[in-house]
C-alpha cells in the first residue's frame, strides 16, 4: 500500500469519527477531536516530503483568529467579567480552530473525494453497536419505538442523545438518496442504508422530522440536475414522516428504564413530537410548564434579539453564557418555580444560530450570507452538499451543540474556503 493510500484511508476514518461519533468519549479521549491527528500527515509531509505548506493561510487565520481573540477580551473588560481561566480556555479553543483550518485546507481535496468512505466506516460502527444494544437489552421484545420512546435511553455509549443521533442520521440518509443510482450497484450498500433508514424512523424525534424536511429543501435549492429517482425518494420519505408526525398521540408510552415500585406501571407517559412542536410550543400558552425544548429555543432566540439591538457585533468568541446572563426575561422569577428552563444549554445557546450570533453578530449574519449566495456553486457535487448543507442548517437552526460537535467547524471550514476562495469551476 502506498503512502498515499494509508494517509487518505487514515484521515477518512479519522474525520468519520470526529464528525459522526463526535459524543463518545473513550479513556478521557473525545473522538470529536481525533481529526487533529492527521497534523503527524501535515509535518511528515513538510519536512521529509517537501511539500510546502500555503503560508500565506497560515498568516490570514492567524491574523483573523487574533483579531477574534482581542474582540472576545475586549467585551469581556466591558462587561467586567474577565476571567483569567475562562481566556485561557477560549485561547486554547482558538487554538483548536487554527490548527482545525490549517488541517482542513490542505487535506480539503482528501475529505471531499473520501465521503463514501467515511459514511462507510460510521455505518460499520453503528451495525456493530445496534446490534450489540439489541442483543443485550430485553427491553426490545414487543416494544413499539415509534411509539416516542428510541434505543438510546437504554445505551448512551455513541449518542447521549436522539436529537444527536438525528443531527448526522438526515444527512446520511439524504447524502444516500443524492447518490442512489450508484448505490443500486452495491447490494450490501443497499440494504444497509435501508436499515439504517428504517431505524431512523423507528426512533422518530421531532428533530428528525423537522431536519428531514427543511434538509430535504435545503438539498433541493443547493443542487443541480437532480434526477426524477431522488425527487420521488424524498418526496416518499417526507411524506412518510409527515404521517408519523400527525398520526402519534398527544402523548405516548414509553417503558420506563428502571422500574423501583412493582406496584406502579411499566410505563410512563411522554411528549410526541406532535405535541412539543404544535401544542406545548408553537400552540402553546406562555404558562404551559411541560415543554422545556420549546422555552430553551425560545429564550436563545431572545437572547440573540437582544443581542442585536444592544451589541451588533456581539459579545465576542466563546462568550454565548455572558450574552445569556445579561438578558432575563422579566417574569423569569416566577416562572422559575415549576419550569426552571432557563439554566438549560446556558452556554450552547441549543442551536448554533443562537450561540454564534450572539457572540459574533452581524460578522456571522455576513459568512452565512456569502455561503448563501455560493450555494450553487459546482465547486460541490450534488452529494457533497446533500451532506454539508443539511449538517450545517440543522446545527445552526434546529438543534446544535457547539462548534466543535458533528464536524460543524470543519465542514463550515470547507463550504467557506471551496464557496468562496477557489477559483469556479467551469
Not at 44 to 54: D, G, S
Not at 121 to 128: A, D, E, G, N, T
Not at 208 to 217: Q, T, Y
Not at 243 to 257: A, H, P, R, S, W
Request: with cysteine; charged share 15%.
Amino acid at each position: 500500500m502506498s503512502y498515499l493510500v494509508y494517509r487518505d484511508n487514515i484521515i477518512a476514518l479519522l474525520f468519520s469519527f470526529s464528525i459522526f461519533l463526535s459524543h463518545v468519549e473513550i479513556f478521557y479521549l473525545e473522538i470529536r477531536f481525533v481529526y487533529l491527528f492527521t497534523i503527524i500527515f501535515l509535518i511528515y509531509e513538510t519536512i521529509f516530503l517537501k511539500i510546502k505548506i500555503k503560508k500565506n493561510i497560515i498568516l490570514f487565520t492567524s491574523l483573523l483568529l487574533s483579531i477574534i481573540f482581542l474582540h472576545k477580551y475586549y467585551n469581556s473588560i466591558w462587561l467586567e467579567k474577565n476571567n483569567i481561566d475562562d481566556e485561557f480556555k477560549s485561547l486554547l479553543k482558538l487554538v483548536l480552530v487554527f490548527f482545525t483550518i490549517i488541517i482542513v485546507i490542505n487535506y480539503q481535496k482528501v475529505i471531499l473525494k473520501n465521503i463514501d468512505k467515511m459514511i462507510n466506516y460510521f455505518l460499520i460502527v453503528f451495525c456493530f453497536y445496534i446490534l450489540y444494544v439489541y442483543l443485550t437489552n430485553y427491553h426490545f421484545i414487543g416494544f413499539n419505538l415509534i411509539n416516542c420512546s428510541n434505543i438510546f435511553r437504554y445505551d448512551k455509549f455513541l449518542f447521549s442523545e436522539l436529537s444527536h443521533f438525528h443531527l448526522i442520521s438526515v444527512p446520511i440518509i439524504l447524502y444516500s438518496i443524492s447518490n442512489i443510482k450508484k448505490i443500486f450497484n452495491k447490494n450490501t450498500k443497499l440494504i444497509i442504508i435501508v436499515l439504517f433508514t428504517s431505524f431512523s424512523f423507528l426512533n422518530f424525534s421531532l428533530t428528525f422530522f423537522l431536519s428531514l424536511l427543511f434538509g430535504s429543501l435545503i438539498f433541493l435549492i443547493t443542487s443541480k440536475n437532480i434526477n426524477k429517482l431522488t425527487i420521488l425518494l424524498i418526496l416518499v420519505l417526507n411524506t412518510l414522516s409527515v404521517g408519523i408526525f400527525l398520526m402519534q398521540d398527544n402523548v405516548c408510552l414509553t417503558k420506563k428504564i428502571k422500574i423501583l415500585d412493582k406496584s406502579e406501571s411499566p410505563y410512563k407517559g411522554v411528549l410526541s413530537p406532535k405535541k412539543k412542536f404544535l401544542d406545548t410550543g408553537l400552540l402553546s400558552n406562555e404558562n404551559n410548564p411541560e415543554n422545556f425544548t420549546f422555552k430553551v429555543y425560545k429564550n436563545s432566540i431572545f437572547v440573540t434579539i437582544n443581542t442585536f439591538k444592544d451589541k451588533l457585533f456581539g459579545f465576542g468568541f466563546d462568550n454565548y453564557k455572558l450574552a445569556f446572563d445579561n438578558y432575563v426575561q422579566k417574569n423569569y422569577e416566577d416562572e422559575k418555580k415549576t419550569s426552571p428552563y432557563r439554566e438549560v444549554n446556558n452556554t450552547d445557546g441549543s442551536n448554533n444560530f443562537s450561540k454564534l450570533s450572539s457572540e459574533f453578530g452581524l460578522f456571522f449574519v455576513i459568512i452565512c450570507f456569502m455561503i448563501l449566495l455560493n450555494c450553487r456553486s459546482t465547486n460541490l457535487d450534488n452529494g457533497q452538499k446533500s451532506l454539508f448543507y443539511s449538517l450545517i442548517f440543522i446545527q445552526t437552526f434546529i438543534r446544535g451543540t457547539g462548534i466543535f460537535y458533528n464536524g460543524f467547524l470543519i465542514i463550515s471550514v470547507i463550504l467557506i474556503y471551496t464557496l468562496i476562495f477557489q477559483k469556479k469551476k467551469n
